[in-house]
């Protein structure tokens, strides 16, 4: 108590300012110890404070924490969830697909299978996990080379035939390498997709296809030989009715045998469709792309086709645009197939009136355009497209007025589809049809124009009246293109002049007409028009082959030429406005009787025929002997080549032709012609060293010509073939120079016979 007393009072003092200074000198000690215990207390207050502070840190830490972990847990197990979940999803998706999927180590041991590896082998998974896979080849199957994984390959396929619980089935494998990063193999997964079905459909149409290309080529072998010996009579039928024809005979025999002739002419070109048609089915068309002249095609055909077109009454004709290239790059012998169809249909379905040909640049510029018109009865819109279908026409039924097997234009439309251009028809009923053939046909940059060597019409005035519509639109559209007037007129048309308009015929200074006008207009056309003697005006006279008796007394009447139809385009402006003097330069087909078989020396042709058909070969005979030939006859290419040999050793003047026929038995005529060919000195050429050896046979598409020239014959002539033909090619060579003398006489002394 003694001791608290100072502290009370120091306190007390501080606390109500009574304290004196003796007082807090007396109680200095106890104030210290005062403050000692105070701090002491603060100090482990404070440290209290501090450790209660710390320890509610920790533990807010600590349930954060905690909380983290949770939340981080509770993430875990999503994701272990999800991870889960995709897995089923993926195995499901894996073990659903039909293909087989497997997984192997890099010691070959399986370690994945899907379901349908277990489907397809018929084992389990506890089976097959950890076990060496080896690849279930089936019996008698090669394992495909190289298909286990190694090295630098990492993904390889084949198609393999294994061995299922089913049996032996087909499989596309695939073999895909995986790897570590550093690029070594770890494992290899594998799958493999059946294919059974697919292979045996393949199997099945490559089967179906070397099936039906047996049968195509069976059918071209039997059409071909059916051809061949179906030509082989009608060369007889007519040859010999050509023969007949250059007899006596009465009107009446001349009736038939004409007959004779036209039926075996239709028959022929019944058979020449059927062939070209399966030849086309069968895809061995070949095009040529050589130049040839368009202007001379174009006219060849006219001119071929132009004496069915009179007997029928019509006239014919072509135009071409003058300013076009003369020459085109093509196959000129399809381009010519195509018009004659086109041209022969149209004069087929065509009784009065006229068929015409027309050729001008395509719209687009690149090609062709043909065009060819008819005024027949046209064709029903409803038929327009069928009419390009095989076996069709547009009069079908068994009330059809026109025979024919429908086969002309589906050939036609074929050939054209080939040649990457285009054919379309166009018809009005009572009035027409026309079709029109696109063709890209290019030209050589240095071709000239077909009208280079034409005259010019410029400053010409021309009056037509020609009685067929077609043949006169034609004429006017070539005269007018070359730069003349031309006035169109008709006999009907001229019939109701009256005086005045009689007169105003006399302004032109050139006249084209025919005798069917002539005799139409009432009165001397010629006359109106004002022809006097030794003025520069023109009249020109269009008459048909059997006309021709009659063209003296024409130009008695006042004419100054005259055009035998089909007119030429040439020859009309070289009649019109050119000089006529220099139409020699481009002669029309001569009616004259062709040139005698003679040889160098002037002495009868000496002809070698190898033919093994009697008939063909008395026919053969009987024309060139008529024509002042002498023939030997061989029966077969030995037979031929001991002819020769025999003419050769014994130093005769030898044969100066040799027309050989290419089937015939012991050896054929290829065989022989070759033999006869190393008869004679090396590389002797025909006509000039040995005779040529011509092929005579009834095998006619290009490529047997083609094939037969290859194989050393010199010419080509296809059977059936008439007294002309013959005749001419006989002409052609002995132009070019038959046989040798001195050549043949070298070879007698031995240079060259066998």
């Known amino acids: 108590m003694t001791n608290d007393a100072p502290i009370v009072s120091i306190v007390a003092a501080l606390l109500f300012g009574s304290l004196s200074i003796a007082a807090i000198a007396a109680g200095t000690i106890g104030v210290l110890l005062f403050f000692a215990m105070m701090t002491g207390m603060a100090l482990g207050a404070a440290f209290f404070i501090v450790l209660q502070t710390r320890e509610l840190a920790s533990v807010q830490k600590l349930d954060q924490v905690g909380e983290g972990v949770d939340a981080s847990l509770e993430a875990l197990q999503d994701l272990q969830w999800e991870v889960q979940e995709r897995e ?94 550093s690029g070594a193999l770890t494992e290899v997964q594998s799958v493999a997709h059946d294919v059974t079905e697919q292979r045996e459909a393949e199997r099945a149409l490559a089967q179906a296809r070397d099936d039906a290309e047996s049968a195509s080529t069976a059918k071209s072998r039997f059409l071909a030989s059916m051809s061949h010996e179906i030509r082989t009579p009608m060369n007889g039928i007519l040859g010999m009715t050509g023969l007949l024809l250059d007899t006596q005979l009465s009107p009446e025999q001349t009736t ?102 027309r050729l001008v640049g395509a719209d687009d510029g690149a090609g062709l355009r043909f065009m060819v018109s008819d005024t027949g009865a046209g064709i029903p819109e409803a038929k327009l497209e069928q009419i390009f279908l095989e076996f069709e026409q547009a009069d079908s039924g068994p009330s059809r007025r026109h025979g ?85 007129r008709s006999a009907e ?75 030429r385009p040439r020859s009309m402006l070289i ?84 027309l050989m026929d290419i089937h015939m038995p012991d050896m054929d005529g290829v065989e022989a012609a070759g033999l006869i060919r190393a008869l004679y000195e090396d590389g002797a050429k025909p006509g000039a060293g040995r005779p040529p050896i011509v092929a005579l046979t009834a095998n006619a598409f290009a490529e047997d010509r083609a094939a037969y020239l290859e194989a050393g014959l010199d010419d080509y002539l296809a059977k059936p073939f008439e007294k002309n033909e013959l005749l001419s090619l006989i002409g052609r060579w002995q132009m070019a120079g038959l046989g040798d003398a001195v050549s043949r006489t070298e070879a007698a002394s031995g240079t060259g016979a066998a």
């Open 88 to 181: 089923a999803r993926y195995r499901d998706l894996l073990d659903h697909q039909d293909d087989v999927i497997l997984r192997r180590d890099a010691d070959g041991r399986l370690t994945f299978i899907n379901d349908s590896y277990c489907r397809v082998f018929g084992v389990t998974r506890q089976e097959a996990l950890g076990q060496p896979f080896r690849l279930p080849l089936a019996e008698d199957a090669v394992a495909p080379a190289g298909l286990e994984l190694g090295g630098a390959s990492r993904r390889r396929s084949e198609v393999v035939e294994l061995e299922t619980a089913s049996g032996p089935r087909w499989f596309i494998w695939e073999d895909f390498a995986i790897t570590d990063p």
């Open 256 to 357: 038939y045998a004409r007959a004779i002739g036209s039926s075996a002419k239709t028959l022929l070109s019944l058979i020449d469709e059927v062939l070209d048609f399966s030849k086309i089915e069968a895809g061995r068309i070949e095009l040529e792309a050589a130049p040839f002249d368009i202007a001379e095609t174009m006219q060849s055909v006219i001119e071929l086709l132009a004496p069915r077109a009179r007997e029928k009454g019509l006239t014919i004709g072509w135009f071409a645009d003058p300013g076009l290239p003369r020459t085109a790059i093509g196959d000129q012998m399809r381009v010519r197939q195509i018009l004659m169809n086109l041209i022969g249909n149209a004069i087929k379905f065509t009784e009065q009136g006229g068929v015409g040909l």
């Open 404 to 488: 024919g097997t429908g086969l002309g234009l589906a050939i036609s439309k074929r050939l054209v589809d080939a040649m990457g251009g285009t054919i379309q028809v166009t018809s009005t009923p009572d009035e027409g049809t026309s079709f029109t053939v696109d063709l890209p046909l290019d030209s050589p940059a240095d071709s000239s124009p077909i009208a280079e060597d034409w005259p010019q019409a410029e400053g010409r005035s021309v009056l037509v009246v020609l009685q067929g519509q077609v043949e006169a639109a034609l004429s006017a559209e070539l005269l007018n293109a070359l730069g003349a007037e031309t006035a169109l």
């Open 493 to 567: 048309t001229l019939s109701g002049l009256g005086p005045a308009g009689r007169s105003d015929l006399a302004q032109y200074n050139a006249l084209l007409t025919d005798k069917a006008s002539l005799k139409a207009v009432p009165f001397n056309l010629l006359e109106a028009f004002g022809k006097a003697d030794g003025d520069a005006k023109r009249a020109v006279v269009v008459l048909d082959p059997n006309e021709r008796p009659e063209i003296d007394a024409l130009k008695t009447r006042g004419f100054d030429g005259y055009l035998m139809r089909p007119i």
């Open 575 to 658: 009649q019109l406005v050119g000089d006529p003097a220099s139409e020699a330069a481009a002669p029309a087909p001569s009616t004259e009787a062709p040139p005698r078989c003679t040889s160098p020396a002037g002495d009868a042709l000496s002809v070698l025929l190898a033919e093994d058909n009697d008939i063909n070969a008395l026919l053969a005979k009987a024309v060139l002997e008529k024509a002042g030939a002498a023939v030997e006859r061989a029966a077969n290419g030995r037979e031929a080549i001991s002819l020769v040999k025999d003419a050769l050793r014994d130093e005769k003047p030898g044969f100066d032709l040799v």
